[in-house]
């Protein structure tokens, strides 16, 4: 079975590695079928697309959309997509657009509890100043020492509820698949298993999911347990969609999974690559 991994992020979000080390990462380690999926941003599609060929790597442009839905964040992939495209672009673009304000009142709250200077110390991770996330803020944080590792700082100071977090409305699920869609490409669930929904809200995000044209849930991620693997492979059948596998890497020492590692889809799901020509 060839190694697709269809989920990971480079510096044009917040990944530490660029396109180009990205792609070389991937393929030295095993991928045969890579995608990159930047949050909210194709800005890196152009670089990893070339550095995908030159290395002979099958490539596959994504992105990984945040919206809200519910009062919670979700993330939304889109695989083979047209990067060009004008309702995309621009639908991404809307969404980009209030990461530095959040950013700057995330700083303030932080100051709060003497975390002093977390806007310009998180500056100095980021990549692409459009796409300033809590990821950037998690890495100033670490640097100060004042956790030991990314879960610990999402726990005390990031995360929902924590004095560092800011409630933010991202896009709506309905406009984010329409984006994906329209750039031709095919709408997936990221890590459901991360989401803190109870049967009920899961039940509705799946249908409604299905309503507005998502296809594809992930299954095997590197945000997932082991046992995860086997539910969402349930999920899936239980509502038609077609299942993903991608390791969620965002950089070297930093993700629990490496490009490439996971292990393979489970038994009796349909692959979103199914009916792919590479
Ligand atoms: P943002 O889009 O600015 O809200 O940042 C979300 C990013 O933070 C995600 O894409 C992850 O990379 C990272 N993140 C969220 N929760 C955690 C966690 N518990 N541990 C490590 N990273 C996390
Ligand atoms: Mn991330
Ligand atoms: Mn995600
Ligand atoms: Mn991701």
Redesign the pocket.
């Known amino acids: 079975m060839l190694n697709f991994d269809l ?1 990971c ?1 480079s510096n044009v979000s917040d990944g530490t590695l660029s396109p180009t080390d990205l792609a070389a990462r991937a393929k030295a380690n095993g991928v045969d079928v890579w995608a990159m ?1 930047d ?1 909210d941003e194709v800005g890196g599609i152009a670089e990893a697309r070339a550095a995908a060929r030159a290395l002979g790597l099958p490539y596959v442009p994504g992105v ?1 959309i945040s919206i809200t839905w519910a009062n919670q964040t979700v ?1 939304i992939v889109g695989l083979q997509i047209d990067e060009t495209n004008s309702v995309l672009l621009d639908g991404l673009a809307s969404i980009r657009g209030g990461r530095e304000k959040r950013a700057r009142e995330m700083s303030a709250q932080l100051e709060t509890v003497g975390i002093h200077g977390a806007f310009e110390g998180a500056l100095k991770f980021v990549g692409n100043p459009d796409l300033i996330s809590r990821t950037h803020f998690a890495r100033y944080l670490l640097e100060l020492g004042v956790c030991k590792d990314l879960p610990e700082v999402f726990s005390k100071y990031l995360g929902e509820g924590n004095a560092g977090f800011v409630p933010h409305r991202w896009a709506t699920l309905t406009d984010a698949v329409h984006w994906i869609r329209s750039a031709g490409g095919t709408a997936v669930i ?1 890590h459901p298993g991360r989401y803190k929904f109870d049967d009920t809200a899961f039940d509705a995000l799946f249908h409604e999911f299905r309503d507005v044209g998502g296809t594809a849930i992930e299954v095997t991620t590197g945000s997932h347990t082991v046992d995860q693997y086997e539910q969402y492979a349930k999920v899936a059948n239980k509502y038609g969609f077609l299942a993903s596998r991608g390791s ?1 890497f965002h950089g070297p020492g930093e993700s629990r999974v490496d490009l490439g590692a996971l292990p393979p889809l489970p038994k009796g799901v349909k692959p979103v690559w199914h009916d792919w020509t590479l």
């Open positions: 989920h992020h999926t949050h990984e993330h990221a969620d």
